[in-house]
DNA sequence: CGTTAATTTGAGTGGGTTCAATTATAGTGG
DNA sequence: CCACTATAATTGAACCCACTCAAATTAACG
């Protein structure tokens, strides 16, 4: 399948042959955009969603002070903002790192698949649960790893989700990325993420160039930044299926669970 | 109403009678918590979802070195991961601050009231993208805003959701947190969360009391810290009806925007 | 009233910052 | 094709903020 879209969400929801084809007509409007470039700003009232089918980009915050901030890392696949139509405005600007293939989505063709399909209902939740997490685990390192950690830690989480599409070979495993980026990422300065990926290099993780990293050897980066997938979700859900399994609840729990469900069957008439 | 999900809900999104009955028979089942409880811990794969109705919980990890790091604040009206069983495991624990009013609902009847209550939908969209945003101004403290600014900030982003909520007066301008709290909130030593407090009571910001923390003069914090809450998503919703004003794009989005509406259309049947 | 947890305070250290200056790389137009 | 320009990377030095360590005081709770 050529859609990385579809092939991300196929990876974490049983999709079935009507669901593939809804997804398919609706990621057909492509277009080529050229690295560099704003999709969306901040402030902005868009009438339509982005999704990259292919290339990097990344979702920005710039600050009262003239600083940036970078949020996330948006790999082939993932959509921006799929629900931001809710909103009233868009509370970050995405731009494009390389060259992307971007398809376009109207929202209310987001919402009419959401309503209609419900393993898209549950692979948008899923995506927007995941993003959440990237973002917590982005938070708890900020706050608490050390430098050198951190940067290992956030290059194994783009390493890992490009791996996971099947996109981890080379010259996949190099990300676009100035030292002033990977900076506005880590909250540190330009100078000593310098440091920090000198430090890594010297360790054969990586390889340092011009506007760009290669990982040398992602499994010795994840040893070094102590990193658990964990929080990326990338396992099946045994849950996808709808099927609670109260089996292995204690005796306790289970009582509660019931009274619980019982209590939703009665309100539907 | 008595009921603070509901209300914080119908505060953004307009709920019909029949919605406002939905969710209240949904969150009927309710418990009275005490403090410092956990309700979900990581790992954990629970069967039903919680609703803070009343009291203050938290979102938190505990890291591979016994350190912890909170993720967010839950007041009144706030629900936990109403969708959590759609991923494997938990991805963190959550906590009571102080006695709380837990409601409980089963996953099931979350997604069915967002299949078929198109306002539910919208409304629980709405919740998980501010939680986003919530995250995401965290993540942008942390990282670029000096300590004293980041903690001032923090504490305007409780207290104006408190306030949109009509929980603006006293005794619910206090919030009862240690200074150690804060610090796994900031990322910051619990000694210098202290001289930050300090700084802020002397400025006659706040008031600091034991285990807890009284805001004084809201408006001045807001200065302070240069707190904009338009990440809060406070305002109603223009575009709530669904209705998308067209009229104020430039020509060439507009005709890339009928571009794809008309290739949705197109779709259905 | 005794024990435990939280807060308060001081002193010293170290890591990441800023400032300043040089070298390398890529892109541009002549 | 090459000189020129702008951006990125590299390196060194000094500073400062927030941390750690250590200890005293206060508040809460049984």
Redesign the pocket.
């Known amino acids: 399948m050529s859609n990385s879209f579809i092939r991300k969400l196929a990876l974490r929801v049983p999709l079935n042959e009507v669901d593939i084809d809804v997804l398919k007509t609706a990621t057909r409007m492509v277009e080529r955009v050229k690295g560099g470039v704003d999709l969306v700003n901040e402030g902005d009232h868009p009438q339509y969603s982005h999704i990259i089918l292919d290339g990097f980009a990344c979702r920005y915050r710039i600050l009262p002070d003239g600083g940036r901030s970078i949020l996330a890392y948006l790999i082939p696949g993932d959509g921006c903002d799929l629900h931001a139509s809710i909103l009233n405005r868009m509370p970050h600007s995405i731009s494009t790192l390389t060259p992307c293939t971007v398809a376009y989505i109207g929202y209310s063709k987001v919402k009419e698949m959401a309503a209609y399909r419900p393993n898209i209902y549950l692979a948008l939740w899923w995506s927007i649960l995941t993003d959440e997490a990237i973002l917590q685990e982005m938070l708890v390192g900020v706050g608490r790893r050390?430098?050198?950690k951190q940067v290992a830690h956030f290059l194994c989480d783009v390493f890992t989700r490009l791996q996971a599409l099947g996109l981890g070979q080379a010259p996949n495993f190099r990300l676009p990325?100035?030292?002033?980026?990977l900076?506005d990422t880590a909250?540190?300065?330009?100078?000593?993420?310098?440091?920090v990926?000198?430090k890594l290099r010297d360790l054969n993780f990586i390889k340092?160039?011009?506007?760009?990293i290669e990982v040398l050897d992602l499994e010795k980066l994840r040893k070094f930044a102590a990193f658990d997938c964990g929080y990326l979700n990338l396992d099946n859900a045994r849950k996808m299926t709808g099927v609670d399994d109260v089996s292995r609840l204690s005796d306790a729990t289970r009582a509660k669970y019931e009274q619980i469900m019982e209590e939703g069957n009665r309100n539907e008439k």
Chains 1, 2 share one sequence.
């Open positions: 050390s430098p050198d990325l100035s030292q002033s980026d900076a909250g540190l300065s330009r100078i000593h993420v310098y440091r990926l000198s340092v160039r011009h506007k760009g």
